[in-house]
């Protein structure tokens, strides 16, 4: 840090400092829908600013590799994010961001790697570069696997339900202990490449081995859980090459992946360690369609729930994973325009965890043109049941369970749900009799004021589309 | 622990302080175009890759840069894009403001 910089280099670090203020300026523009897509623009600008920057970096000698690498993978990037190439659907979101971590993790392990590979031969590795190349490369690589399996569960290649077996968490941190120990190994000794191809090896089981046991509620914090490691790991990398911009924006990226998996496990009501270590979601043995004291669900017509719904004043719809699985969200919009030209008033009520990652609803129901000031938070929202005449449950479940508030028994007790109980009445869409996700048990579905209509979601909401217009 | 160490450190800690108070005004309503945009920020390991990607440090060190040049510039691209797509999709609605 002493004497003054070349031109070169005062050049790259000004670009970068330029870069920074506008990613932060970019994520700041997220705070409302107008601003966000401008904000986002500042955010590219503040990317293209950085690819600038680098390429009169002084240690880049050739460009064939350089530009090569750069439009293949703007090729690939513009097929994946482009619809009119390959057309993702909303639902299968949150697989694809997971499959896009895994790239860049790709290329953040690939980097530290080539830099140990270097540095180590070279035999000029201090410890604390050793250290920063550790990290990088111990989050890089639990990254890559972690985001792949995450990416075969939600696309259902892999069971969704969650894998365990006997001292299963004693392993897990038996292993993160001994890859750590490997890491303080290597900056000791940061010739024995033995050590670090070890620890590579124990970082990309690790990643494989923390998701297995995650089942699919409790996706939405894996998913930001693996975009905070991510985050550090360029962090890491900043530390090790002595790079700024790196550490910055990894430090945002974490920051806002951290933020997100804290949220997500504040709206279950369960600690950062119980989803990680908690196994939830674990199949319990339940009677369907009937609980302990002989009550059972009350199938309705869609007639009479065209009838229903074309008559109230007030309905909150709360969709859940199911309308996504279904793709209804299409078919929902068209019954709930019907309805408005009926007079009746309609809201949505978005659980923070409903679907598998946060905010999976609203980009739903966005896809499906449903304004977004028709969207209601659970604490703006919960307030209107008592003056809702139909709460309209389509696809689902744990998020409007009461036992979350009533029983201290059931694994998701403290919960916050969305009050749909106090409705004057609630109309339950759902596939079959079977307990949710979570395999617990829902008493809502047998209060008195409670009618099923069972059956896939969209066939059942096209249904009351034709119902709604007879009548 | 080298002053440019601390100074890294200052500039980590900083950073992250930053994101995180701007993050946690990120309302629920955008809270996947977040994941996403930060998915996309992420890719700023490409910085790192272009350097080794274009380095004189063998074809071996080149190969590696590229194949990380390639999937950092997926990250990146990829995720800007599918972050504008989604943003687009939320609309006001039209019929009161009329």
Redesign the interface.
Known sequence: MTGSLPTRELIIQATYLVSSVFFIVGLRGLSSPEKARTGMGYAAVGMLLAIAGTLIHAEIVSYTWVFGGLLIGSVIGIVIGRPLFISVPMTAMPQWVALSHAAGAVAATLVGVNEYMILSSAGTLPAGTMAALGFEVLLGALTVTGSVMAFGKLQEILPGRPVTWPLQNVMNLALLAGALGLVAGLMLHPEHAIYFWVMLAIAASLGVLMVLPIGGADMPVVISLLNAYAGLSASAMGFALDNNLLIIVGALGGASGLLLSILMCKAMNRSFTNVIFGAFGSPVAAAAGKLADGREMRALTPEDAAVRLAYARLVVVVPGYGLAVAQAQHALRELTDLLEKRGVEVKYAIHPVAGRMPGHMNVLLAEANVPYDQLFDMEEVNGEFPRTDVALVIGANDVVNPAARTDPASPIYGMPILDVDKARSVMVLKRGKGAGFAGIENELFFDPKTFMLFGDAKASISRLVTEVKAL | ?????V??LY???L??????Q????????????????????????????????????GT???????????????????????????????????R?SK
């Open positions: 622990m080298s002053l440019t160490t100074l890294q500039v980590f800690v950073a992250g302080f930053v994101g995180y701007v993050i946690s005004r990120v309302p629920p309503l955008l809270h996947t175009p977040l994941m996403s945009a930060a998915n996309a920020l992420t890719g700023i390991s490409l910085v790192g890759s272009l350097v080794a990607a274009g380095s004189n440090h071996l060190s080149n190969v590696l840069g590229f194949i990380a040049v390639i999937c950092a510039t997926v990250n990146v691209v990829g995720g800007f894009l599918i972050t504008d797509r989604m943003l687009k999709m939320f609309k006001r609605d039209d009161k």
